[in-house]
């Protein structure tokens, strides 16, 4: 068996376990057996991929294996890794592995909560593993239908309308893909679904192509929160709880980037350098409106959302830059808002959790009651800010570099407009550190809570650790990046 597969077989092995557990303590023992075996997966991928780079590996995809399915339509169970999935795959795995522990005390429906967790994570592992379109395609749609049930049921607030109206919007930008990816197979001739050798063929018509890039692109956009197509983001993350919005945020937003850069760009790449200025000037307005519209939210998770927005157009706005460095800059973001938005949101549920209440008017003095969860909610915020040492800075810096890099009026007019979400963002986030944490606790009430528990403090100082170790040693993590972006970004030089 393919050692990639592991990663879609032990999710299965944990939904069988889950399915068999008659106890909560059995239901938390199959979600921490399996989800620290897909950590250790992804660490030792991660080891064995550097090391087949370092002995002078030269393949664009490693550990690649195909199968097939339905020789008809050329469907294959195609999988390989380069640097980028490799990356996704261990962020993943470590949302995955702390999102356990955020949901350690979940109640109720445990065990059916983490059938359709397990089931979502199964999707976004798969995907990432995947060189086959239809494959991929499957994988993402195993993603996203769990979302529904997971607000729908365990979420809070307007949790119906927020489930439906990301289902309805997420879907119909899977529609919109759907058609995009047919149009790409018979555009190449029908001969071959299989990523790597459409790229090799190079032959999809350049007028269908013209067709084809703005489906796809639209498609995974939606999911990248690509704007005007944004506005489930902020009501699905603020309904859904902790440990999705940890799952959904942290990763399955990537899904969105990922599938841009390695579908829509890679595979027409004439329709990118002649389109790409339309979807340019659309993620330049999440990235500055992302930010804006945070600073006016009164809800924690609404201004994360907002947040996510913004720093999830940055991605976008990299890979449209179509060069190594921006590329680069696009995947390190892609890591790195994964790692601190689950951050966000696991503070924000233990904070909900204990005082009842998001709103930012009603919340003060935070500091004084539960110390060790305020800490930490204020290196969440710093690095949301872009604090050197950091994961944050490095994504951002790189980007923006990488931008800038464009030596036309157009593209540096874009990248400075972009770059003002630094500013927009310090201010956000140093008003609401000052706001919630700091001044005296006027509420009687919030007096008597208590900091966080073992659990808690496990997952944070677990993404507080991945944080910190991106900013401080990002130098091996760009580098595996930037070996893996070549390929793609020689494809779309004229």
Request: hydrophobic share 55%; aromatic share 12%.
């Amino acid at each position: 068996m393919n050692f990639l597969s592991l990663f879609v077989l032990i999710p299965l092995l944990m939904l069988g376990g889950l399915y068999l557990a008659k106890s909560i303590k059995a239901i938390r023992g199959v979600m921490v057996a399996g989800s620290t075996a897909l950590l250790i997966l992804s660490v030792v991928l991660t080891f064995l991929y550097l090391g087949e780079r370092q002995a002078g590996a030269t393949a664009e995809m490693l550990f690649r294996a195909d199968t097939v399915w339905y020789a008809p339509l050329h469907i294959a169970y195609s999988v390989g890794v380069d640097g980028i999935s490799v990356a996704m795959l261990l962020l993943s795995a470590v949302i995955v592995f702390t999102g356990t522990f955020a949901s350690w005390k979940l109640q109720p429906l445990t065990k059916e909560y983490f059938l359709w967790f397990t089931l979502l994570s199964m999707g976004v592992f798969g995907f990432f593993i995947s060189i086959d379109l239809f494959t991929m395609f499957m994988f993402y749609e195993i993603a996203l239908i769990p979302m529904y049930l997971l607000i729908g049921v365990w979420g809070s607030g307007r949790k119906e309308y927020a489930a439906m109206k990301l289902t309805l919007m997420l879907m119909g930008g899977s529609a919109f893909l759907l058609i995009g990816i047919l149009g790409i197979f018979f555009g190449a001739g029908g001969a071959t679904m299989n990523i790597l050798e459409i790229a090799q063929l190079h032959n999809i018509p350049f007028a269908q192509q013209c067709i084809w890039f703005p489906l796809t692109f639209l498609g995974f956009g939606v999911l990248g929160a690509l704007f005007p197509f944004h506005t489930w983001s902020p009501d699905g993350h603020a309904s859904a709880p902790t440990a999705v919005s940890m799952l959904h945020a942290g990763v399955l937003m990537k899904l969105g980037g990922y599938g841009c850069f390695r579908i829509a760009m890679y595979l027409m790449p004439e329709a990118a350098n002649e389109l790409g200025w339309i979807f340019l000037i659309l993620t330049g307005i999440s990235v500055v409106y992302g930010a804006f519209s945070a600073c006016v939210q009164t809800d924690l998770k609404y201004i994360n959302a907002y947040s996510s927005v913004s720093h999830c157009g940055l991605v976008l706005f990299a890979i449209l830059m179509m060069n190594q460095t921006a590329a680069t800059g696009a995947v390190l973001q892609m890591l790195s808002h994964g790692l601190m938005t689950a951050l966000f949101f696991a503070l924000i549920g233990m904070i909900y959790g204990r005082t009842h209440t998001r709103d930012v008017r009603e919340l003060n003095g935070l500091m004084k009651v539960m110390p060790f969860l305020s800490v930490c909610y204020v290196i969440a915020g710093l690095a949301n800010l872009g604090l050197p040492g950091l994961s944050g800075f490095v994504a951002e810096m790189t980007i923006f570099v990488g931008s800038f890099q464009n030596f036309d009026v157009f593209h540096r007019t874009l990248t400075i407009i972009a770059c003002s979400s630094i500013v927009i963002t310090a201010v956000y986030i140093l008003r609401l550190v000052g706001k919630i944490l700091y001044g005296t606790c006027t509420n009687k009430h919030h007096l008597a809570l208590t900091d966080a528990t073992w659990d808690e403090r496990f997952a944070v100082i677990c993404l507080i650790i991945c944080v910190a170790g991106l900013g401080m040693a990002p130098f091996w993590v760009s580098h595996m990046i930037g070996e893996s972006v070549l390929p793609v970004v020689s494809h779309l030089i004229p």
